[in-house]
Structures are given as C-alpha cells and as structure tokens.
C-alpha cells in the first residue's frame, strides 16, 4: 500500500511540475510573441515617411504575411497591439488609394495632351504642302510636337497604345509625303545644281577683269541670281558654295588691292586713323557712362567717315581699332546685349571700308534675314504650342519652359532687326 501510494505521488508531483514548466513556456513564447509584433509595428509606422507610396504598401503586405506566421501573445496585449498595427495599416491604405486615383485624374489629362498634339500632327500631315521652305517649316514644327509628345507621362492603360499609334501613324505618314515630295523633285534640284555651275563658271571667267566698273555690275548681277535659284542636292551645296565665294572673292580682293595702291589720299586717311587709335588708347573716363559712350560713339562715327587706307595696312589697323574700342565698351557699366551691338557696329564700319568687306556685309546680311524669318516661323509655332495645354494643370511647368523659350525667341528677333538695320544704314 505504501509503495502503491508512493508511486501515485510521484507521478502526480511529475504531472503539476510539467503544467508549471508549460506555463513558463507559454509565457515566455507569448512574451516574445508580443516582442516581434511591436516591432513589425514599429517598421510599420517608418513606412508613413516613405517617400515613395508603392514600396511602402508592398513592403506592409510582406509584414502582414510576417504577422500571420507569429503566435499569439498575452491576452491582455492583443488587442492593443492589433489595433496598433490595423490604424497604420488604414494609414497606408488610403493614401495608396488616394496615389492611384490622383494618377488616374493625371493619366486622363495627359491623354486630353495627347489627343490634341494628335489632331495637331494630323492638321499638318493632312495639309498641302509645295514648296520645300514648307516642308522644312513643317517639319521643324512637327520635331517640336514630337519633343513636347515627350514631357507627357503616360495616359490610362486602356488608352496609353492606342494613342501612341496614332500620333505615331500621323507622324509617319507625314515623313513619308515628305520623302515621296523630295523623290520627285530630284529632278528640280539638279537642275538647280547645273544652274549653279554655269554661274560658277561666269564669275572664274570674270574673276581677272581689270574693267572694274562694269566687271563689278556683272558680279552683282550674278550674285542675284545665285540667291533666286531653288535648292540643290545637300552633297553638293557646300563644295559648289565655295567655289563661287571664292571666285567672287578673288576679283572683290583684286579691285580692293588696285584702288589702294592708286589712291594717294588714303596715306592721309591712314594717319587719321591712326590718330583716332591714339585717341583711345589715351582715353581717360569721364566718371559718367552715358558721356563716356557718346565720347566712343563719336569717335566709331570720325573712323565710318574716314575713306580708304593702304590695303596692306588696312587689316592690322582696322584690328587695332577694333581691339582698342572694344576694351573701352568693356570697361562701361552697360548691359551685354547693348554692348555687343556697340562692337557689331564697329565691326560692320570696318567691312564697310572695301568692296570685298560690302560682299562680306551683303552675304552676312542675306544670312540674318533668312536666320530672321527662321525666328519668325519659330516664334509662331511657339505660340500656337502654347495652347494646346492652357486648360491643363499638369502642364504649368511645360508653358513657363515654352514661355521662356517665346521670351529668349523675341529678344534674338530684335537683336537680328538691329544688326540689319546696321547694315543697311552701312551700305546707304
């Protein structure tokens, strides 16, 4: 009986020892439980600074797959921790939904962009275009689209292919006019080229005539027809350009060279330029801008109305003049544009002072009237750009930069007017 009841006690000691060892056990794993969990919370709530929406609701998701596989925790701290955990998950929650609907309302607007450079691009492709100053109006114009197409982010998913096929099916097609227009008028421009050849001839045939006055006539009356004849193949228009500068050139250089040497009067006019030279290396500032500009105004005026000087001494004395007054604009407190004209001004006199130095002045002439109109046909098309996105938020950043772009147009235009007409109160 006594062993009996010795082995019963035994056992029932052994089976309260197990209960109380488990409850620690619990204990312990419920505590460490409840440890994990107030982390992942703890991370949870980084995640509200997360610059970056998408990576932090993906990186939630994986903390709830994290806070399925914990065990429970003390009974006590459940319902604190999981209401912690569920108010950041709602946080993240909205502002994931609010991110997709804000895109949402974006994509829309920029299919709206879209479809209007769309109907943009279609207008021109579907215009009839002649001419081949048009075609490269056009052209330019439709880069432009292409460009701003660019800067607009993606439209809904639905519409985002279909779209782009479109404006790329416009664009295509107008390429390919383009191209079918220039095949055809191969032709045109070859005939062009050998136009351009025969002139080429005539000026090397007059470039060693000593009859100045009527030889003279006949360069300008060939340069005129140079600048009437259409466009030849681009491969040959440098090589066939220089061959014609150079001709004209030699005979301007020539007639220059001859005038110089007969003209006695120019020993005179040298030592008067020279004096206007000693004039401004001695000039002493005033003190006051405006009187200091109208003193160096004066004395670019003196140098205009000088005539010839010796041709061999003509460059280095009108580089002189050139060094000498450039360094006095620079030491005046005016503004950069202002400035460069003032030196424009005083190289345009020089040129004036030869016949090769008058071609140089026409051929600088014909090239800003045709940068001018260039400007022009750029600043319409970006003021026409400029309204397609007028109702759209989301291209304020894009109509300051075209804005901008208008301005910097504008002000190169007035730049360009200045300098022709510079040139033109030159050649009068």
Known sequence: MKNLWDTYHFHVENFYD??????????????????????????????????????????LQKYHEQWREIGPVPRENKDDVWERFKHITSIINKKHQEFFESKKDEQKKNFEAKTALCEKVEEICNAEIESYKDWDTKSKEL????????????????DNNRIYDRFRTACDAFFNKKRDFYSKNKEVQQNNLQQKIDLCVQAEALMDNT?????????????????????????HSDIIWKRFRTACDHFFDKKSEHFSDVDSGQIDNLKLKEG???????????????ENLKILKDIQRRWTEIGHVPFKKKDALQNKFREEIGKLFDQLNINEDKRNMLKFKTKMSTFSESSRGQSKMRMERDKYMSKLKQLENDLVLLENNIGFFTMSKNAKALIEDVNKKIEDTRQKIESLKEKIRVIDEMED
């Open 18 to 59: 197990y209960i109380k060892i488990n409850r620690e056990l619990r204990d312990l794993d419920l505590k460490k439980n409840l440890e994990l969990k107030i982390e992942l919370c703890e991370n949870a709530e980084e995640l509200m600074v997360e610059p970056s929406i998408l990576k932090a609701f993906n990186t």
């Open 143 to 158: 880069v432009e689209l292409q460009k701003i197409w660019r800067t607009i982010g993606f439209a809904p998913k639905k």
């Open 211 to 235: 009859d100045w006055k009527k030889a003279t006539q006949d360069f300008i009356n060939i340069q005129k027809q140079w600048k009437e004849i259409g466009p030849i193949p681009r491969k």
């Open 276 to 290: 206007l030279i000693a004039e401004l290396e001695n000039f002493k500032s005033t003190g006051d801008v405006s």
